[in-house]
Nanobody, 118 residues
Framework: QVQLVESGGGLVQAGGSLRLSCAAS????????MGWFRQAPGKEREFVAH????????YYTDSVKGRFTISRDNAKNTVYLQMNSLKPEDTSVYYC???????????WGQGTQVTVSS
């Protein structure tokens, strides 16, 4: 089992920045990659970004490219999401997730609220 705990959400004005953190514990050696997802009220959960744990290869959804950066600190078992130039449409609950090799995102955090005011 892998446990994930997110932090860093909050209220920010449009154009501002936030950095989310996700600390992993438990069987972290089983993690192949970690991702960030978000879910706005009344909408389905959507993929935001992903990073492979060993090589650090990153993927982003188009709407955040150039504004968000995903990174990881293997020594701290922590993944980050730096969010710049935030827009009101980025308002969501952000979830961290981890996936073993050859598997789906199996482990999820509890979520952290990000609210961007106009």
């Amino acid at each position: 089992q892998v446990q994930l705990v997110e932090s860093g959400g909050g209220l920010v004005q449009a154009g501002g920045s936030l950095r989310l953190s996700c600390a992993a514990s438990g069987r972290t050696s089983s993690i192949y990659g970690m991702g960030w997802f978000r879910q706005a009220p009344g909408k389905e959960r959507e993929f935001v970004a992903h990073i492979t744990w060993s090589a650090g290869i990153t993927y982003y959804t188009d709407s955040v490219k150039g504004r968000f950066t995903i990174s990881r600190d293997n020594a701290k078992n922590t993944v980050y999401l730096q969010m710049n130039s935030l827009k009101p449409e980025d308002t969501s609950v952000y979830y961290c997730a981890a996936k073993p090799a050859g598997d789906v995102y199996r482990y999820w955090g509890q979520g952290t609220q990000v609210t961007v005011s106009s």
